[in-house]
């Protein structure tokens, strides 16, 4: 897996110009004055270095990408022409951020489908409340499983399971498998992703989602943004989510 190239993903660079545009205007209203933003999973520096020439020095305080590659961080460097952004090594559930330090937390380019599990997935959520400053937004992104490649991957298992004659239905088979394959690099390296669907019930015996559940873990408040198709994967589509710190033991509107 750390051998695959990110940097040239397709579906990335066809959507940076619309979340480049989404988090412009999450930033330019979030009400704080320069506030702090974080890429968790920054990569080559995508969405930073946009972020930083299209937003003034009044508009946007310090500006921080976080990755595990430093190959990806000495790309991101170089490709920024400001020379603005603060680039760190750190992980999804390990940023090395201190407590309550971030505004504003970036988590898209389907990020999240990096993690294997929903311990790692709860772990991640968990760390974003960790660094965000209360009354503090996360924007993540995650492709609907119910949809395109990530549907018809999953109707694969069900039929596994069927040709093995046990019997389930598709509909059971897929309620508890959320994984896919895909390739990030045009089909030179296939990866096993957990894309789980957040409002699927935790188990057959509970009434709890998965964004209850997490909503609970972290103090978090989760809701939809928007959607958007996935070029070059028919009838695939992302979600885009928005993750809300409570302020005084108040919800943010």
Known sequence: YSNIDFSDY????EATERETEMLTSLIKNSGVEKPTVVEIGCGTGRIPNHLVEVLSAEQLGELIGIDPSEKNLEDARANDA???VTYSVGELANTRLPNESADIVIVIGRTMTHLRNKLEFEQAVGEWSRILKPGGTVV?????????????NRLRYARILQNLHIP?????AMSY??????????????????VPDLNERLSAKSDMT????????????????????????EGAENIYYIAEKESDGMIQP
């Open 177 to 194: 498998y959320e994984r896919v394959v895909d390739s990030p690099d045009k089909g030179r390296s296939n990866f096993d992703r957990y």
């Open 10 to 13: 397709p579906t990335n660079a």
């Open 210 to 233: 998965l964004k209850e559940y997490l909503e609970e873990k972290s103090g978090l408040v989760i809701r939809e943004l928007t959607r958007a198709p996935i070029a070059g994967w």
């Open 82 to 84: 400001t020379q603005k």
């Open 140 to 152: 993540f992104d995650l492709p609907d499983n119910t949809k395109g490649i990530y549907v018809d």
């Open 168 to 172: 389930i239905t598709e509909e059971a």
